[in-house]
């Protein structure tokens, strides 16, 4: 009886309306009168609970003119419940995802530690599913694994870096723009998923731990993918003119340059 009870207090009974429908369960049909009295509670409280308990469909009225209830067939109300249930949690998972999309781009996630960046690298790599941008002077062999099984999805993966990259057998498009002084340093990534989602990391002059930030902002998406591209351009430009375009005559003398 107790453990009953419990199981229906799960089902959103209140204790009282558990009890009182056991007790027409046990007598087949009764009235507030008479459950009161099996159950030695107020008539008044029992009233009130055959009233919620007939509102949702748990107990029906007995045809006459006496006011005697009868409970509704245990197989029949759990297939009511379990109808009620499911079409509440659908409901509810479309409102839910209803709201994620509307917050999805205030999440910024700070990471700190070299495992967990690239452990974060790794888990957004394997959702892209149309392009991947990357700029960053760590080894790219860490995520071959990766890499691999999104080209083989068909996503285009298009990487900028100051650092030689060797991955063979994997379609990528590498623009490498080789600086002696970053060979065997990791310092920096940055990386965007299907321009939707960024992932932004470095490790300073003055810092060895790694730092960074994930978020869903599209805008921020936007910016470190431009500032990809204009990386490659600017290369491109130099292999095409052989020289560096970027002199004296065109820069702005600002904090960033003079760092």
Do not use: W
Not at 146 to 165: D, Y
Not at 172 to 196: A, F, Q
């Amino acid at each position: 009886m107790d453990e009953i009870i419990r199981l229906l207090e799960k089902l959103n009974f209140s204790k009282t309306e558990a009890a009182v429908y056991i007790d027409l369960l046990k007598n087949s049909s009764s009235n507030g009168y008479k459950i009161a009295k099996n159950l030695n509670i107020s008539r008044s409280s029992v009233y009130s609970t055959l009233d919620n308990l007939y509102k949702k469909g748990v107990i029906f009225l007995v045809p006459g003119d006496s006011q005697v209830y009868k409970a509704e067939n245990p197989s029949v109300l759990m297939e009511k419940i379990k109808k009620e249930f499911n079409e509440t949690t659908d409901l509810l998972t479309n409102k839910l995802k209803d709201l994620e999309t509307c917050d999805v781009e205030e999440r910024y996630i700070n990471i700190v530690g070299y495992d967990n960046v690239t452990l974060k690298i790794k888990q957004l790599l394997l959702e892209a599913k149309k392009e991947v941008y990357i700029n960053t002077d760590i080894n790219l062999i860490r995520f071959q694994d990766e890499l691999s099984k999104i080209a083989e999805r068909g996503v285009r993966i298009i990487v900028f870096s100051f650092k030689n990259q060797v991955l063979d057998d994997i379609p990528i498009e590498i623009y490498t723009h080789s600086n002696l002084k970053c060979e065997g340093k990791e310092t920096r990534m940055m990386l965007v998923i299907d321009c939707e989602k960024t992932l932004v990391a470095d490790r300073g002059p003055h810092r060895e731990e790694f730092l960074g930030v994930f978020t869903d902002n599209i805008l921020l998406a936007s910016i470190v993918s431009e500032h990809i591209h204009n990386d490659i351009y600017i290369l491109k430009l130099k292999e095409l003119h052989g020289e560096n375009l970027i002199n004296n005559d065109i820069k702005l003398n600002s904090i960033l340059e003079n760092r």
